[in-house]
């Protein structure tokens, strides 16, 4: 079965230094990969996806995610941890099954603190 | 752009009421999802549509329906209320293409009492 999974419900950081958050993934074929960043009371917002080339993805506020197939991972960081990023963060994956239908597969989201 | 709106922001119902979740997006978008959001339980889709006049289920369509009767309207409909179907409900609509990233609206928060 295609799946997400998040390990962390909370990652805390200091400002300043660098995250992490978690994602690995099980999925058959080529995976389509995506962070969503969700503020309070708000809706989620795009931050970056793998679809195909370098591991290395950069997206939006500074943050980029590491794609490692052998390790079915997609992990989330960022150099430098602002108290501003302090939010939920959720791993999406296409649902491979779907035959182009855009479908997602979402974790559970982590909780990103990021203290002063 | 307004992007994907949706309406209402806040709604209380009784058991056994219906009511109408509007969504709308102005970026000439195919394909539209409704999902719904439960504490610690990520994002669950219930319906989705490819285009106008397609719709489908997702992974947890019972006791909701949809329509897609023009590219920018996707609403959602609860049919007699139930305190399981308290809920943050978010809409979003991507470009066509499984490789395109969703854009998702405000939400509703629901409550059935």
């Known amino acids: 079965a295609q799946s997400v999974a998040q390990p962390e419900d909370q990652v805390n950081v200091a400002e300043g230094n660098p995250l992490t958050v978690k994602c690995t993934y099980s999925v058959s074929g080529n995976p389509y990969l995506f962070w969503y960043v969700q503020y309070p009371n708000r809706g989620l917002q795009f931050l970056l996806k793998y679809i195909t080339g370098d591991n290395l993805v950069k997206g939006s506020y500074g943050f980029e995610a590491e794609f490692n197939k052998s390790q079915t991972s997609f992990h989330l960081k960022k150099p430098s941890a602002l108290v501003s990023d302090s939010a939920l963060y959720f791993c999406a994956v296409r649902d491979s099954g779907s035959s182009n239908t855009g479908k997602l597969i979402f974790g559970q989201g982590t909780t990103l603190q990021v203290k002063p | 752009n307004a992007g994907v709106t949706q309406t209402p922001k806040f709604r209380i119902l009784k058991i056994g009421q219906s009511m109408t979740l509007q969504c709308t997006q102005d970026?000439?978008?195919?394909?539209m999802y409704w999902y719904r959001q439960d504490p610690g339980m990520g994002l669950k889709l219930i319906y989705y549509?490819?285009?106008?006049?397609?719709?489908d289920k997702g992974e947890v369509p019972n006791g909701y329906n949809v329509s897609r009767s023009t590219t920018e309207d996707f609403p959602l409909r609860l049919e007699l209320a139930a305190p399981s179907q308290t809920s943050v409900y978010f809409c979003?609509?991507?470009?066509?293409?499984?490789?395109?990233?969703?854009?998702f609206g405000p939400g509703t928060r629901l409550t059935v009492t």
């Open positions: 979003a609509s991507s470009s066509s293409g499984a490789s395109y990233e969703q854009y």
């Open positions: 549509s490819v285009g106008a006049g397609i719709t």
């Open positions: 970026m000439n978008h195919n394909y």
